[in-house]
């Protein structure tokens, strides 16, 4: 799971209630990634950030909500919106700007070791 | 659109026998695919990637994938399989612009000793 961490590892949510996931970095990454997994499904995209200070929605957005006020920090808050939230969540992230490049589909991206989140 | 399709949803394997778990690709341009692992309750782990050249790409832990373009698949394998190796194979190919990755179903490896 390398440099990055997501806590907590389990969360327990309330209907109605709003939880935000943590999802650090230490890898001096520029981007970083949302996603969802379901079981027997893949991986499906909520967020993403290339920079700080800017997001951008992915394919299943509505219910969510993020910020990336630092790089090593992208929060994502799971709203009273979101019908279905019992899932498990993954954070990740690539490229480090060192390299001179800007982000390209080649990048790998590293991921945390995830936060199960369960409505009661 | 890019997407890739894992066409088992699980694969048993005796220990020691080779292991494969089968993926297919369809994009547009120049395919870029990738392996990833994840074990129980656990973040994924990258294994592989396939970018150019080479058509086998070697990879993490003894695992390689296969590029047959002929065929748009991008299959694992490993010569020879683990107990440890239990665990759910996902394939992965980018889509638009960011790096966003789109994932195949998974395909669940179980080694039986």
């Known amino acids: 799971d390398g440099g990055i961490t997501q806590s907590p590892k389990y969360l327990f949510r309330k209907e109605g209630q709003n939880v935000t996931l943590s999802c650090e970095q230490n890898?001096?990454?520029?981007?970083m990634y949302w996603y969802r997994q379901d079981p027997g499904q893949g991986l499906r995209l909520i967020y993403y950030?290339?920079?700080?200070?800017?997001?951008q929605k992915g394919d299943i957005a509505e219910g969510y909500s993020v910020s990336r006020e630092k790089k090593e920090s992208f929060p994502l808050t799971v709203t009273s919106a979101q019908k279905n939230p019992t899932a498990f969540y993954l954070c990740?992230?690539?490229?480090?700007?060192?390299?001179?490049?800007?982000?390209?589909?080649?990048?790998?991206?590293?991921f945390g070791p995830g936060t199960r989140l369960t409505v009661l | 659109a890019q997407s890739v399709a894992q066409p088992e949803d699980q694969v048993n394997v005796a220990e020691g026998n080779p292991l494969t778990v089968k993926c297919t690709y369809s994009?547009?341009?120049?395919?870029?695919l990738f392996w990833y692992v994840q074990y129980p309750n656990r973040g994924l782990q990258f294994l592989l990637k396939?970018?150019?050249?080479?058509?086998l790409v070697k990879g993490s832990y003894g695992f390689e994938a296969e590029f047959n373009k002929s065929q748009t698949s991008f299959h694992l394998k490993k010569p020879s399989a683990l107990v440890s190796d239990s665990a759910l194979y996902f394939c992965?190919?980018?889509?638009?612009?960011?790096?966003?990755?789109?994932f195949g179903g998974g395909t669940r490896v179980l080694v039986k000793p």
């Open positions: 990740a992230s690539s490229i480090d700007p060192s390299s001179g490049r800007r982000i390209s589909e080649t990048d790998t991206q590293y």
């Open positions: 890898l001096n990454h520029d981007a």
């Open positions: 950030s290339q920079i700080v200070n800017d997001f």
């Open positions: 994009v547009s341009g120049n395919p870029y």
């Open positions: 396939y970018i150019t050249g080479d058509n």
């Open positions: 992965a190919v980018p889509y638009a612009a960011g790096n966003k990755l789109t």
